[in-house]
């Protein structure tokens, strides 16, 4: 008997992946360089999954129907390299191989070229949701090859999230547009966590509200328009106690960001093909200014001037940094999105921007039900080419800015650092100025480089021999 589909790589994510395939009637055949995990894998089978682990590639890949359809889900990096050089020498034309691991996408079309060279399909697609995503139902972002996809298509409509009975799962683009969508959800992740953080922390040190408090503001804020899973988990996390203390867990925590590379890459990426996205950068910033924590206890004691001044009106401040983090938030979206926009044209994937908001209403970590608006916006212009220029969503950021504005000056008032809620208001009103000074950075680069400048009252380049005044 061969099985429908291969699954290397049976870490949590992989297993719980395989599970769910099995659990959607597709049989599946697992590899693990890990005896341990092969065993676990069999252990944790359900008697109406068909499921099999195997111990050598070579089983594995004898136990799989073709055109062999393999998911890999192994670190990024070498281990996806190393697992390629060992089993394509097995395979047979036509076979596809599936890379659902976070993989930079430069990687991706590198090895698309060197599969196809052996005439063997290969993809990136991007799966978010954590564990238990992978095991119920994540958000499942596959691009690529159109042959190969298509012939998934019917069992990653079955695994995925739904929403309104609909699939979390579409056709990312071209190339490498699965893994390229999946890093930019990710930028999107660290910025979203930056701000609940910063939100946390006015919260916490501006109007003192403890844990309890706190699991009280998220959950209503979480029953609200804010709804989405991480103001859902940060509700739980306030009411989480401490398994060696009798404290509060979040409380024990040592406030140090760890961080895998994907939010780092957006921003390089976001560089490297010229678009701004502030809040994103700063996400990824932050983490790493976090880690200096000898310094900033050093730098804390030389500084320690900072009062801080409580609201006068606490129900009315928790509403304002509410909508403050709304907003921030929808600003972070607009900034990965239009970095979608941009890198679809650079490099031709054709992300159908819709169907990105789309499949992200569910199942990932960045859902929430704002993106339902963003849905309807793309519906009604799939070529929007910023969210902010939807006349719908300008309402709704209208409603909010005077909020956004007040909280980033409290913050700064009192020493709260917030970066992301000050950058997103620093974005929006740069995005949002018709003349912007940099006319003067103009007559700068022009003054002393001779970089010329061009001007709005005429075509054409320019070059001044600047006087210099001297007095
Ligand atoms: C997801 C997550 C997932 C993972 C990140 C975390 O969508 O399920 O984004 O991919 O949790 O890699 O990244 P950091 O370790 O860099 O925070």
Known sequence: ERYNYGMIGLGVMGRNLLYNIADNGFSIAGFD??????????????????????????DFVAALETPRKIILMVPAGKPVDAVLENITPLLSKGDIVIDAGNSYFKDTNRRVEDLASKNLHFMGMGVSGG???????????????????????????????????????????????????????????????????EAYDLLKRGAGLNNDQLYEVFKEWNNGEMNSFLIEITRDIFQQKDSLTDSFLVDQILDKAGAKGTGKWTSEQAME????????????????????????ILASQLYSEKEITSPEDIKLFIQEVGDAL???????YAQGLALLVKASEEYSFQIPLKDVVKIWRGGCIIRSVLLEKFYAAYTKDPNLSN???????????????KALRKTAGYAAENGISSLGIQTALGYFDAYTTESLPVNLIQAQRDYFGAHTYQRIDREGVFHTVWNSVNN
Do not use: W
Request: hydrophobic share 45%; aromatic share 4%; net charge negative.
């Open 387 to 401: 969210i902010l220029l939807d006349p719908n969503i300008a309402v709704l950021v209208k409603s909010k800015i």
């Open 273 to 296: 093909i010229g678009v701004s996205i502030p809040t994103i950068d700063i996400a990824v910033t932050s983490r790493i200014l976090s880690a200096y924590k000898e310094e900033r």
């Open 33 to 58: 360089l890990d005896e341990v995990k092969i065993k676990e894998l069999q252990e944790g089978a359900s008697s109406q999954m068909k499921v099999k682990g195997t111990g050598t590639l070579e």
């Open 131 to 197: 564990e238990k995503g992978a095991r119920t139902g994540p958000s499942i972002m596959p691009g690529g090859d159109l042959e190969a996809f298509t012939l998934l298509q019917p069992m990653l409509e079955a695994i995925a999230a739904k929403v309104d009975n609909e699939a979390c799962t579409a056709y990312m683009g071209k190339g490498s547009a699965g893994n390229y969508v999946k890093m930019v959800h990710n930028g999107i992740e660290y910025a979203i966590m930056q701000l609940i953080s």
């Open 326 to 332: 709304f907003l921030a938030t929808l600003i972070s």
